[in-house]
C-alpha cells in the first residue's frame, strides 16, 4: 500500500505546485492600476517599526518608487525584494526612495525584512486602502486562499486585520512616481511571476 501512496503522494504535490505558480487571469475585482500621468494618491501608514509614514513628506527629497508585495510567504516577492536590496544603491543614488507595501500586520513585515535583508522601508497597508487607491487589489479564491495557507504558510488568519475570509491581495505592480506627485512609469502585471526589472527602474529615474 504504501508503494501506492507514493505517486499519489507526486501527483498532489506537482497539482499543488502548479496551481501556485500558474499565472493569475481573471482576478476578482478586476484591478487595473493607476496609469502613466495620473496623480498619485496620498497615504500615510506605518512601517515594519509602527513608525508613520508619509508620500507626501517623501516626494519632498525626490522620487518615490512603490511596490506592492503579496507577502512573507510568497517567495516570487521575497526574490524581488532581494534583488532590489542588491541593487538598491543604483536607485538611492538618483535620489529616490524606495517602499514597499503589502496587506500584512507588521510583525510579518518583520518576517519579510529578515528574509530579504531590506534596508529600505515596509509598509502595513492592513485596511487595503493604499491598495485600493492604486487600483491593485483582488480577491483571490477560496481555492486559492487554502492554497497559499496550506502550501506557503501564508497565515492569513493572523497576518492580515481581516482574517482569513476577507483577504485580499495585491497584484505586485511597481510605480515610479515623480518628485510632482505623478505616476511617470508602472510595471503592472496580472502573472505574478512577472516583475519590475532593476534596470527599468533605474531607468525611469
Given amino acids: 500500500m504504501k508503494y501506492l501512496l507514493i505517486p499519489i503522494i507526486a501527483v498532489l504535490l506537482f497539482t499543488g505546485y502548479s496551481f501556485i505558480n500558474r ?11 493607476l496609469p ?22 517623501a516626494l519632498k527629497d525626490g522620487p518615490v518608487v512603490l511596490i506592492f508585495y503579496r507577502g512573507h510567504w510568497c517567495p516570487i516577492c521575497n526574490r524581488h525584494l532581494s534583488a532590489l536590496q542588491d541593487s538598491l544603491s543604483l536607485i538611492t543614488d538618483k535620489g ?56 506557503l504558510g501564508a497565515d492569513f488568519k ?26 511617470k512609469w508602472r510595471h503592472f502585471d496580472p502573472d505574478y511571476k512577472k516583475r519590475a526589472q532593476i534596470k527599468d527602474i533605474v531607468a525611469q529615474l
Fill in 36 to 57: 502613466v500621468g495620473t496623480a498619485a494618491p496620498d497615504f500615510n501608514i506605518s512601517d515594519q517599526d509602527d513608525e508613520p509614514f508619509a508620500l507626501k513628506d
Fill in 158 to 183: 493572523q497576518s492580515h486585520e481581516d482574517g482569513e475570509a476577507e483577504v485580499q491581495l495585491p497584484v505586485p505592480a511597481t510605480y515610479v512616481i515623480g518628485k510632482d506627485g505623478h505616476v
Fill in 96 to 151: 529616490a526612495t524606495v517602499i514597499a507595501i503589502s496587506p500584512q500586520k507588521s510583525e510579518f513585515l518583520r518576517r519579510t525584512q529578515e528574509k530579504v535583508h531590506a534596508g529600505f522601508r515596509l509598509l502595513s497597508d492592513t485596511d487595503h486602502a493604499v491598495a485600493q487607491a492604486y487600483g491593485v487589489n483582488f480577491e483571490p479564491s477560496a481555492t486559492e486562499r487554502g492554497m497559499y495557507n496550506t502550501m
Fill in 23 to 33: 499565472s493569475v487571469k481573471n482576478l476578482k475585482g478586476d484591478p487595473q492600476g
